[in-house]
């Protein structure tokens, strides 16, 4: 039987509506009005394409060159990041539940049905039944594909038959967010997020390494404990700096398995950076850079107050942040000052913005998508 979580889906939704204040009704914030649209400084359109409706779009492969989007309905395009032409085309033959893993020369991922459907060259290569649906990406690494659950089930497959090698469960909490969490591999080691802790796996057999705590749940009831890592992150070789949900903002040595910083942060969405510095936005809209090195604040804005801005993404010296209603917004990443915006087709963004080389790809919900790249 698969598992649907919904009494989960609505209380986080209830909850997410009052600690953000953006539902209907008498406490709405007004976002913060915008300034003339001008045109934009060091960042140009490069292709357009078009696809159909998009919930869940955007992974890429290893190389940087291949660009993998998937539309709600099931259909699977993959594009040449400089240039945006179709590669390969394919169907998983069910809606999907959550964005694309690929790797391998395979794309993973999953389904309404609660089934994980591995594709090759447009056509299935094998599907196994999860008993639940997954909203967290799958991860193609290593000849495995790994798929996390919301009940905290890891799972891990052989890429090339489907067959189950292990399956890991590590303690499911009262409380989960109904939003994609975090799996990634760093070198030898799967790092996954699990309530408010990276812990660092054996992608062999799924035994630990390690655990760091990014955020410790505090409060008298589980909603106000609920400290999930949340999906986004900032990788500079073993660094990776994270965020938990309306906890903190945390850079872990992924090599040594050791906490680096972590810093209180009252945000949702997840970070990006570079070399030097992360960003991420609080929930009230406020834009924050930290220091990479030790988590000390470079800068802030208030410019974008209550406007509901997603993940930041670095293209080249400039920070590219979208917003609720489908914009991105250009800002100079040395000191946060406002350089641009970028107008699509009117709808929102189906995901984070991501980079193929130097080129960023943005997909909306109507199915626009848009390269850009640093002129």
Known sequence: MVKRYSPLSLTIALISCVVLSACSGPTKQKPAELAPLVPSLGVKNVWKGAVGEVSFPLELKSSGSEIYLATTAGSVVSLDGESGAVRATGNA?????????????????????????????????????????????????????????????????????????WQQQRGADTLVLDRPGVLFPVGDTLVVGLGG??????????????????ALGRGTNEVERLVDVVSGISRRGASVCVRAYASAVACVDTGSGKSVWSKTANGFTGIGGGDTAVFGSESDGTLIAWSRKDGERLWQSDKFKWRELGTPVLLGSTLVVPDNAGLLHLLSAADGAIVGRLQLDGSPLAATPVLSGNTLVAVTQKGGVFAFRPE
């Open 197 to 214: 802790r990276l812990v660092g796996l054996n992608p062999s057999n799924g035994s630990q390494k390690w655990d760091v705590p990014v």
């Open 93 to 165: 033959g069910a809606r999907i539940s959550a964005a694309i893993g690929a790797g391998d020369g395979r794309v993973a991922l999953t389904t309404v049905t609660g089934e994980v459907v591995v594709m090759q060259g447009g056509k299935s290569l094998w599907r196994q039944n999860l008993g639940a649906v997954a909203i967290t990406p799958p991860l193609v690494a290593g000849g495995r594909v790994f798929v996390m659950t919301p009940d905290r089930t890891l799972s891990a497959f052989d890429g090339e038959t489907g067959k189950r090698l």
